[in-house]
């Protein structure tokens, strides 16, 4: 027992459980545990095995495949047992022999710990700090005498069976490997992942430093040229352009090489285009080196070339804001790369990218492995830690409706943000941390070491392609001025500066270590960054008189559409009417299931009631008018993606977009069983997120104008989380960016006594944006109404995004619904619905009540409760563009009569502030009594609305009498 004794005492505390667990785990599922561990517990024998399992205080024994059982009793011993005899008990080997085996099996564990400590945490002891200021964190774990090796052991060999590739070795030769694997100009963070393949492909490729070998001559000239002309463009900038801002590179050059490597590996996997999106730092130095905007086109924006309003179209931005796109060949095969535009919000631009992504991938019917299309992301390490839309973008991932097959993040790690040292700009070990919670693997590498930079962002390329995940590589580097080129970073930070100050370039760092070891000689490099230099004046001359050429966002999938109309051209009537026939094949889809499925009663009633109203050809109500655009548009060869929390059932479970079979939970969408092969039509309940899920929508509506693409909140208010995605995209891209969208933004919204967090979507808001057509918002009354401007998304030959206050109560109530001849030939787009009613004479009417959405039904059941005739009811549907023409068509008959605005918002809120002054315009222009509306409905209010259903009903039946003046 001598030996199950040392075995059990060194096995003690944390370790003990930690060895006897995976044991427990290795039995029931070998792959469950890290490979290095099951090839040890291979190989144990049963006193081992037995040492194992007692550590944890019971007696088990493998029972098959299964599970434990207790050992069983040794058979007894035959009798008669001579020497030699069949059955005879074996002879016991040497007392000495058995301590021996015993022995190098406690050796061969703590060799294998010691190796899992480097996996686990060398990183926290590599040389990552170009600086040399951050200091490796010393641990225990990673010394071998914490796993009972003294000096005396060190050259002692050890078997670990294969793992670092070695069958034997001392623990002198496993402290060499793991250091130089884990503990050099590479950090790797990898063993937080639970997919057992994955932790072993990192191990094969990292294990040994095969970085150390991994370039030849050719290729290392391949990274100083990248080094050549990161480095050789800022300078030329900072010579040229002194007080100019660019938010240079300086430092941080390696990224260069970096995107360079991801770009190559990935198009040698076969991938065909790369969305790339970034923050402003370094961005023109990707847009001419890695996306080959033209130099000369980039130095006339320095100088202002070309700024004339005949010259370009938009109001335009900074420079370092602005994308691009182009096409490049990579061994032979071509790639379209796209640098997106994006705002100074740092990674408000994460899932536009990735939404883009994912839209491609759908037009190239990429929809398993999703590897034909990339994004690469690149973050600062202030904001990679400190901005939540990261995560968000993350978390978006791995889910169903919005996977791409793994996004590229590489973090270009300045170790400041802004003024902000790390300390106080996040709470864990890096910057990088969030990333394990999507179980990332994350490479640390050191910016001044070129080739291991190439070497982690090749394996990261690699890794996306082979496992469908994100990927994160972090360049530790530092930022050579301050936040801005006449920022001064000494005032905070006077030690880093001082150290800054002292450093010689990457490249200079790169070039002196190739000359000195004879790949790329002294003049060779020389010559190299002369010749870049030569380059760069050039194209600096030739900006004199660069005449910028058409824009050229009208073209590739966005041929045939055109910039928007003229004022005149607003209100025209798009084509937006379906046949009779059309509607009733997709209203008969809407109310049928398969006979096996097992449809909720309550869902088959609504289902009947749906099949009645279009046989009827009246009472069709909200869902059905929405169902009956989508289907439409899907047989007319469209593509419509839906995504929101909760939007398969919808929020006020009135869509039930998808039906769920109460036996077995099998899904069945009604919509995509139209017609034989008809486009598919998606609904992706998203995760609990505004801000994330609105961008990537957004950028998949960039990507293909000819899908109708949704976001819904669960309730409008909701979407002020999502706000930055709404001022800096939606609102304000086209005209910035010469970008169009033409996503729908679905906004429950309506004052119903559910309190101030479920009333207002905020509908001044989209209102103040709004300015040049850059956007419809609407506030409509009728599913007809609704159906034709879904329809009209598509049907104009533009695209505009369009914001939509939906309603709540009204999707069941009885006046709120539509004939089926109102979806049909003839009809079309309403701006303004004028009074339908039989009221007084228009010249006896003294009052006109103007208004927007789900108000009117009030003012309307009131107004014929009360048998009022002499005021009539008018409302506006389109808000902005503001249909000022047919508004003066619909009051233009009431010569007599006083006007009045009535919302149900207050004062300060709503719609008022915006429409007041132009009621005000039409109203002049026009041959009647009234120049100035009236404003009625609720007092201004900080809280949008009452939280006590008594206040709120007294409220709402007090602006009603009030509009209609009882």
Request: hydrophobic residues 40%.
């Given at each position: ?156 060999p050890v078997f670990i069976n294969g793992v670092l590739g070695l069958d034997t070795a001392t623990p002198r030769q496993i402290m060499e490997v793991c250091r130089a694997t884990y503990c050099g100009p590479i950090g790797v963070e990898f063993m937080h992942i639970q997919d057992p393949d994955q932790k072993a492909w990192i191990q094969q490729r990292m294990e040994g430093a095969p970085w150390s070998t991994a370039f030849d001559a050719k290729a290392k000239r391949a990274i100083l040229e990248d080094l050549t002309e990161a480095e050789g463009f800022e300078a030329f900038c900072a010579r040229k352009y002194v007080s100019t801002k660019r938010f240079g590179l300086e430092g941080g050059e390696s990224t260069i090489p970096a995107i360079q490597a991801v770009i190559e590996t990935a198009a040698g996997a076969g991938v065909n285009e790369i969305a790339i999106g970034m923050a402003h730092r370094g961005r023109l130095n990707v847009l001419v080196n890695v996306v080959k905007k033209p130099f000369t086109q980039v130095f006339s924006e320095f100088k202002g070339v070309g700024a004339n309003p005949d010259d370009v ?654």
């Amino acid at each position: 027992m001598a030996g199950v004794d040392i075995l059990a005492t060194a096995m003690t505390g944390a370790n003990a459980a930690f060895l006897a667990d995976l044991y427990a785990r290795w039995v029931e599922k070998p792959d469950s545990v890290d490979p290095s561990f099951a090839e040890l517990f291979a190989v144990l024998d049963d006193d081992a095995k037995a040492v194992l399992t007692d550590a944890v205080g019971a007696s088990w024994a493998p029972r098959g495949r299964g599970g434990f059982a207790p050992e069983p009793e040794p058979a007894p011993a035959a009798k008669g047992g001579a020497k030699g005899s069949k059955g005879a008990a074996p002879a016991a080997a040497p007392a000495a022999d058995a301590e021996t085996i015993r022995r190098a099996q406690l050796d061969s564990i703590r060799a294998l710990m010691l190796i899992r400590s480097y996996r686990v945490r060398g990183h926290l002891h590599a040389q990552l700090d170009p600086l040399g200021l951050a200091k490796p964190r010393p641990h225990q774990e990673l010394e071998p005498t914490f796993w009972g090796f003294s000096e005396a052991d060190m050259d002692r060999p050890v078997f670990i069976n294969g793992v670092l590739g070695l069958d034997t070795a001392t623990p002198r030769q496993i402290m060499e490997v793991c250091r130089a694997t884990y503990c050099g100009p590479i950090g790797v963070e990898f063993m937080h992942i639970q997919d057992p393949d994955q932790k072993a492909w990192i191990q094969q490729r990292m294990e040994g430093a095969p970085w150390s070998t991994a370039f030849d001559a050719k290729a290392k000239r391949a990274i100083l040229e990248d080094l050549t002309e990161a480095e050789g463009f800022e300078a030329f900038c900072a010579r040229k352009y002194v007080s100019t801002k660019r938010f240079g590179l300086e430092g941080g050059e390696s990224t260069i090489p970096a995107i360079q490597a991801v770009i190559e590996t990935a198009a040698g996997a076969g991938v065909n285009e790369i969305a790339i999106g970034m923050a402003h730092r370094g961005r023109l130095n990707v847009l001419v080196n890695v996306v080959k905007k033209p130099f000369t086109q980039v130095f006339s924006e320095f100088k202002g070339v070309g700024a004339n309003p005949d010259d370009v179209q938009g109001s335009g931005d900074v420079k370092y804001h602005l994308g691009t796109s182009t096409d490049i060949e990579v061994g032979g095969r071509r790639v379209h790369l796209s640098l997106q535009p994006n705002p100074s919000h740092l990674e408000a631009v994460d899932p536009v990218v990735v939404g883009k992504v994912r839209a491609r991938q759908d037009m190239a019917g990429d929809t398993k492995g999703r590897h034909s299309v990339m994004g690469i992301l690149l973050h600062g390490d202030a904001a990679f830690a400190g901005q939540g839309l990261v995560y968000e973008t993350m978390a978006m991932s791995q889910l169903i409706g919005y996977r791409t097959g793994g996004t590229i993040h590489l973090v270009t790690n300045n170790q400041i943000g802004f003024t902000t040292v790390p300390a106080h700009a996040y709470s864990g070990l890096y910057c990088t941390d969030i990333a394990k919670s999507v179980q990332a693997p994350i490479w640390h590498v050191n910016g001044d070491n070129p080739e291991a930079v190439v070497f982690v962002s090749r394996l990261a390329a690699e890794f996306r392609q082979t496992f469908s995940t994100d990927v994160v590589v972090d360049i530790v580097c530092y930022r050579r001025h301050g936040h801005n080129e006449s920022d001064e970073p000494a005032f905070t930070q006077p030690i880093m500066y001082g150290r800054i100050k002292e450093m010689r370039t990457t490249r200079t760092l790169y070039a002196e270590r190739l000359a000195a070891e004879g790949s790329v000689p002294a003049e060779e490099s020389k010559a190299m960054w002369d010749a870049f230099n030569q380059t760069l004046e050039q194209a600096h001359e030739a900006a004199q008189s660069f005449k910028p050429n058409k824009a050229d966002w009208l073209e590739g999938h966005w041929s045939g559409l055109k910039a928007a109309g003229t004022e005149d051209a607003i209100e025209q009537l798009h084509p937006t009417a379906v046949a009779l026939e059309t509607l009733r094949e997709v209203g008969a889809a809407l109310a049928r299931v398969p006979e096996d499925f097992a449809a909720n009663p309550k869902i088959a009633r609504q289902l009947e009631a749906k099949r009645q109203a279009i046989e009827s050809g009246e009472g069709i109500d909200w869902a059905t008018g929405e169902a009956l655009g989508f289907g439409t548009l899907l047989l007319e060869g469209h593509r419509v993606r839906l995504s929101g929390e909760d939007v398969q059932r919808g929020t006020f479970s009135h869509r039930h977009a998808v039906l769920v079979d109460q036996k077995t939970q099998a899904e069945y969408v009604p919509l995509n069983n139209i017609r034989s092969g008809q486009p598919r039509f998606e609904a992706f309940n998203s995760l609990l997120s505004e801000f994330g899920v609105l961008g990537y929508d957004y950028g998949y509506s960039l990507a293909d104008p000819h899908t109708l693409v949704l976001w819904e909140a669960q309730f409008g208010d909701f979407a002020n989380g999502a706000q930055v995605i709404i001022d800096q995209f939606i609102a304000s891209a086209e005209t910035k960016w010469l970008r169009m969208s033409g996503l729908v933004m679905l906004l429950p919204h309506g004052y119903e006594g559910q309190g101030p967090e479920h009333s207002s979507a905020r509908l001044e808001r989209y209102l103040q944006l709004c300015a040049e057509r850059n956007m419809r918002v609407c506030n409509l009354t009728t599913p007809a109404n609704y159906f034709h401007a879904l329809r009209r998304q598509l049907k104009a030959n533009y695209r505009k995004p369009l914001v939509l206050m939906t309603p709540k109560s009204l999707l069941r109530h009885k006046l709120a619904v539509s004939s089926l001849a109102e979806f049909g030939p003839g009809s079309g787009f309403r701006y303004i619905i004028p009074e339908i009613d039989a009221i007084a004479p228009e010249e006896e009417v003294k009052r006109v009540v103007l208004c927007t959405g789900k108000v009117y039904y009030d003012l309307l059941q009131e107004r014929r409760d009360k048998g009022v005739k002499d005021v009539a009811i008018i409302r506006i549907e389109q808000l902005h563009p503001f249909p000022k023409q047919s508004l003066s068509q619909a009051l233009a008959p009431y010569k007599n009569a006083e006007v009045v605005w009535c919302q149900e918002e207050p004062e300060n809120m709503g719609a008022w502030t915006y429409i007041d002054r132009r009621l005000e315009k039409v109203l002049k222009g026009l041959d009647i009594k009234a120049k100035r509306p009236d404003y009625v409905g609720r007092d201004e209010a900080a809280s949008p609305a009452t939280g006590l259903a008594k206040v709120h009903q007294q409220q709402q039946e007090a602006l009603v009498r009030a509009a209609l003046g009882l």
